[in-house]
């Protein structure tokens, strides 16, 4: 795990951190285990009572490892990066996709999450920052719903928490179109919590100022809070389904080879 993800705590703080800076961070099997990994320890940890959640280098996450991603073509159907011939709707950590469960362990997190966003957060690694309670991004950092680009939709449970911070007909066009999108945009939209300068020093501030406050009466807000949301199992099972049809077929594996070979994609009519 301590290749992918670096787990430290001090003072009821947990710094939590992407270490893959060689690959901006992107998404692999190891990175998705040891998400999860990381989520499995912040729950058994009694002493932390707030989390910063960034990435080491000039990426907070530039989403899947396309050059793992790629090599689905000749793993031949449905996986996650790597080609790793998983069931993304078998239900893993009581949910319906094995991806899902590191961005919903953060958001399911009893202590709040502070996502401190640099350089950019694509595809996966933009669901992976909803996951948080707040997102803190620097002033030049761009996001993207990214997945349409290789013929894919958003999953690891972004749409259930993107209906609930989005107006529907901006959710719909970032979703159809993959724009890249600013910070100032993120804020208008509801994406963002503040832009800093420095996004992890100021992400910082505020976790130690919660972790000074009652951790019981912090982990019981927070408990309040979730349960304002719906149930997001229907969405996340509906996400999983959506993604294994797509995933490994002839215009999805079109959308990649075209991104790869910088070229118009040819797609055929379905």
Known sequence: MDDRVSVSISDGVADVRLVRADKMNALDA?????????????????????????????AFCAGLDMGRFAAMKDQGGNGIAGGERRDLAARTHGLPQFPAAGCVGMAAASMPVIAAIQGVAFGGGFQLALGADMRFL???ARMSIMEIKWGLVPDMAGTPILAS???????RELTYTGRIFSAQEAMSYGLATRICKDPRTAAFE?????????????????????????????ALLAESIEQMKLMGGANQLEAVRANMEKRAPRFADV
Do not use: C, W
Not at 31 to 36: E, R
Not at 41 to 48: D, F, I, N, P, T
Not at 206 to 230: C, H, Y
């Open 30 to 58: 190891a990175m998705f285990d040891a998400l999860v990994g990381a989520s499995d320890r912040l729950a058994r940890e009694k002493g932390v009572r707030a989390v910063v959640l960034s990435g080491e280098g000039r």
């Open 165 to 171: 911070l989005v107006r529907d007909d901006i959710l």
């Open 138 to 140: 620097a002033p030049d």
């Open 206 to 234: 505020v976790a130690r100022e919660i972790a000074g406050k009652s951790p019981e009466a912090i982990r019981a807000a927070k408990r309040m809070l979730n349960n304002l949301a719906a149930d997001p199992g229907p």
